[in-house]
């Protein structure tokens, strides 16, 4: 009881730094998980003198981080901008996690003389790409929503085979032609345990007449968390059932829906926070400059080989344009998840397993910087940054759910077929409108005869159903300017 104050102050003084170190990110252009990473190291034995080598206890916190990741990341994705890339999605994250669980272990095999099913386990560890990273980072650099909407889908539902593959080899269990069925049976049940509970549980909010509104976003988390345990305990994948009723719940016409979102992003960000800063409590800096060889040759596989060629294989069907696929190899974001599946091996005292955890670590530290700093050029240089696309705010003093009404934030960005375009050219639907300008920093309410210019942003009114019309409308206009409907642009 009387270390209580201490280790309250010290968790806040932790919560603290890492909140600030998110603003710090964003001015060196870093992804916060490595400052996250850093705190935990610096609190570890090499800094403070912490000392934590629970591989088990890792193991399951960074299991309930990733849950709560994967809640937010299902809350907050909507479905019109993922169903766009819904085939290109899950391919990626079911026929491309196994392209490149094959062809990375067969590499390292080779290359660092491992034996195959330890080759493999390196592969089924390095398979998934990170929700955490995801959403944290392709929300942040200006891409169109079909390809973050590929990507978010594809790191939501990879989780759950790259999982199963972990499991199933550090286990040593017999693999054989059932291998295939028992992954099919997993994720089809967890599939639908996900869709059950987020329909059932969006039907209950509904009618449920709680008495704070605070508590909607507690039942909303809760039901999210409930599919997880119901998956586990059916031996199903209970990642995947997280995720699918959390963008089952996230599209539904909840009860203070806004409330909700905004507290299942601090949940996200409270959960990608403790589990990086725990994984770098873990880690040994000592132990990692002995993986520096394995983990740099095992990214550079991943990064030249794997990822590309499972991409180019899962996209195939769907005749995604190559600037598209160049991109989506490049945006396979590894981050703390294949640090936490890594700890399965180690719990289950797999042999090796140790020097597996820190090859990891090196090259999820390696991969994020060069990955993360070049993502937004890669973007620009492929021209798929999408500058005129419309992105939600937060205004927590209206209560648009009570008004059934969303506010929209667009900046018309240079080289935008929007520039010269008079406001009533824009013939948004009806229910929507621009009732604010911001040019060169001074605000204006716009008149009919208002001709929009670069670097304007606007704020656009409109209702809950004619949303996603007028998104369509704006990146219409956005491509082909006024007479955008005439040239067949409909702004998909």
Not at 172 to 194: F, H, K, M, N, S
Request: charged letters at 15%; aromatic letters at 6%.
């Amino acid at each position: 009881m009387e270390q209580l104050p201490i280790v309250l102050g010290t968790g806040g003084v932790v919560l603290l730094s890492a909140v600030i170190a998110v603003r710090v990110s964003i001015r060196l252009g870093l992804p916060s998980l490595l400052l996250y990473l850093a705190i935990g190291v610096l609190i570890g034995e090499a800094g403070f003198g912490v000392e934590f080598d629970n591989p088990g206890l890792t193991q399951s916190l960074g299991l309930a981080a990733l849950v709560m990741i994967l809640t937010e990341g299902g809350l907050t994705t909507r479905w019109s901008a993922v169903k766009p890339g819904l085939g290109t999605g899950i391919a990626l994250s079911t026929v491309g996690v196994g392209v490149s669980i094959a062809i990375t272990g067969s590499a390292l095999h080779w290359l660092l003389g491992l034996d195959w099913r330890m080759a493999l386990l390196w592969g089924a560890v390095l398979a998934s790409t990170d929700s955490a990273a995801v959403f944290s980072v392709l929300r942040t650099i200006g891409v169109g929503k079909r390809l973050v909407g590929t990507l978010e889908l594809e790191s939501g539902i990879n989780d759950a085979p790259a999982y199963i593959a972990v499991v199933v080899l550090a286990e040593a269990t017999v693999v054989d032609w059932t291998l295939p069925l028992l992954v099919v049976y997993e994720l089809a049940l967890g599939l639908g345990l996900g869709l059950l509970f987020g329909w059932a549980g969006a039907q209950a909010l509904r009618r449920a007449a709680l008495p704070a509104t605070g508590l909607y976003p507690l039942a909303t988390v809760a039901v999210c968390v409930l599919a997880y345990s119901s998956g586990q305990l059916a031996h199903a994948s209970g990642l995947l059932a997280t995720y699918v009723a959390g963008v089952v719940l996230g599209n539904s016409r909840l009860p203070h829906r806004s409330d909700t979102l905004s507290f299942a992003e601090g949940l996200g960000w409270l959960a990608q926070i403790g589990l990086f800063v725990l994984l770098g409590l873990f880690a040994s800096p000592t132990r990692l400059l002995d993986a520096i060889v394995p983990g740099l040759i095992a990214g550079a596989v991943v990064l030249v080989l794997s990822r590309p060629i499972s991409v180019l294989i899962a996209a195939l069907p769907f005749k995604v344009p190559w600037r598209e696929q160049t991109f989506l190899a490049w945006a396979g974001l590894r981050g703390a998840v294949p640090i936490v599946l890594a700890m399965i091996p180690l719990s289950e005292g797999v042999p090796g397993a140790q020097r597996l955890v820190d090859a990891v670590f090196v090259l999820v530290i390696v991969l994020t910087l060069l990955q993360g700093a070049t993502l937004a050029p890669l973007a620009r240089k492929l021209g798929l940054d999408a500058g005129g696309e419309a992105k939600e705010i937060e205004v927590d003093s209206a209560p648009l759910d009570e008004l059934g009404a969303e506010l929209l934030q667009v900046r018309i960005q240079a080289g935008s077929k929007m520039h010269g375009v008079y406001l009533t050219e824009l013939r948004l639907p009806e229910g929507s409108t621009i009732s604010l300008v911001v040019r060169d920093g001074n605000g204006f309410t716009p008149q009919k005869t208002t001709r929009l210019q670069e670097q304007d942003q606007l704020l656009v009114v409109t209702t809950a159903a004619a949303r996603d019309a007028a998104e369509r409308r704006l990146r219409a206009v956005d491509r082909a300017g006024r007479l955008a409907r005439w040239r067949g642009e409909s702004g998909h």
